[in-house]
């Protein structure tokens, strides 16, 4: 089944009075310039809104009537305060795959379960994978600035990129996305490492080309791009530091498009100014955004996008239509596509 024959077995329009329909609170990061207000009428259609001002206009009686919390662009938290205040919590539907934002074990003390959209963030996130290693690798943004600048010099030999094409990809957690990520590489005749907690099945490395590194040294050592697609866990906090940096070749370059406390920052940067690594092109850091002095941006080996992984028309209404299921799902009693547990 498709992805989207599986979400509209979900998405029946709901025939009860608004009414009627269950509660929905909306958590977002503002500054959404409109992306938000057009899946509204998406939500409307299942779910009645409750905005953030009605709620706290009346919480006495609004609290009551929120079943589902939404939790737009993944990165605002569900604190201990608002699921005190939400005596009929039953879901939090997270729009993204990264849940690191929310506290799994304080949610589900509450008897609330959570959901993400993994499937819909997929492409769009290994598309921009792939945008950072051929922009970190051909100097993308480098030749725009020279292009614009008054005094271009074309085919200026003092800064040739470096091809992608037939090196070596490491890919640092192979999900869904990292398969994709995969998938795309081998268009570009790329040999493909990676290494994961699980070693995925025969058929699928043989599909992709993709070899197993059972240890992240052995793909470090060897990749002339290693790119990071983990969740951020306790595991994974700071997992590339000095010492991982200092096993990547000289020539190679680091795009992470997880989460920025992944790498070690600080020493990303002494690696970038030292040329222990040759660039790198991150969609995300920590914090967000980074503060203007941060020394990650005085460098000229690097890329920095502003977290854009999912920022296109099509992952976003993906996104609110599969966390959309989820939330009916958790409300129907029914088996619930995709639900994330407390470790
Ligand atoms: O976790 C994700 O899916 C993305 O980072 C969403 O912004």
């Given at each position: 089944i498709s992805r989207q024959e599986t979400f509209s077995n979900f998405l029946v329009a709901s025939?009860?009075?608004e009414e009627e329909l269950p509660g929905i609170l909306i958590l977002d990061i503002g500054g959404t310039h409109g992306v938000l207000e057009n899946l509204v009428p998406l939500l409307k259609k299942h779910?009645?809104?409750?905005t953030m001002k009605e709620f706290l206009e009346n919480k006495k009686e609004m609290s009551k009537k929120i079943q589902s919390v939404f939790v737009f662009e993944c990165r605002p938290t569900v604190d201990r305060e608002l699921l005190e205040s939400l005596p009929n919590l039953k879901v939090i539907g997270n729009s993204g795959v990264g849940v690191d934002h929310l506290d799994l074990k304080m949610i589900s003390n509450f008897g609330v379960k959570v959901t993400n959209t993994p499937h819909a963030v997929a492409d769009s996130t290994a598309d921009i994978g792939m945008a950072l290693m051929l922009a970190s690798?051909?100097?993308?943004?480098?030749?725009?600035?020279?292009?614009?600048?008054?005094?271009?010099?074309?085919?200026?030999?003092?800064?040739?990129?470096?091809?992608?094409?037939?090196a070596t990809l490491g890919i640092v957690g192979m999900g869904s996305i990292g398969y994709k990520?995969?998938?795309?590489?081998r268009a570009f005749d790329m040999r493909i490492l990676y290494h994961n907690r699980n070693r995925r099945r025969k058929e699928e490395e043989e599909a992709v080309g993709a070899h197993y590194c059972e240890k992240m040294e052995d793909l470090l050592q060897q990749s002339d791009f290693v790119m990071l697609v983990v969740n951020l866990t306790p595991?994974?906090?700071k997992l590339i530091g000095k010492k991982e940096l200092g096993?990547?070749?000289?020539?190679a370059t680091l795009i992470n498009i997880s989460r920025g406390a992944v790498i070690d920052q600080d020493a990303l940067v002494e690696a970038l100014q030292n040329k222990v690594i040759r660039a790198a092109a991150l969609d995300v850091t920590y914090p967000e955004p980074l503060p203007r002095d941060h020394p990650l941006l005085k460098l000229n080996n690097i890329i920095i996008t502003p977290h854009i992984g999912t920022a296109t028309v099509q992952a976003i209404r993906m996104m609110a239509e599969e966390?959309?299921?989820?939330?009916?799902?958790v409300l129907n009693g029914q088996p619930i596509p995709s639900e994330v547990f407390p470790k």
């Open positions: 025939v009860m009075a779910f009645r809104l409750i690798a051909r100097r993308l943004v480098e030749g725009c600035q020279i292009a614009v600048s008054p005094d271009t010099k074309c085919f200026a030999v003092d800064w040739l990129g470096v091809e992608v094409t037939r990520v995969a998938q795309r590489a595991e994974t906090h096993l990547m070749k000289p020539t966390a959309i299921a989820n939330m009916l799902a």
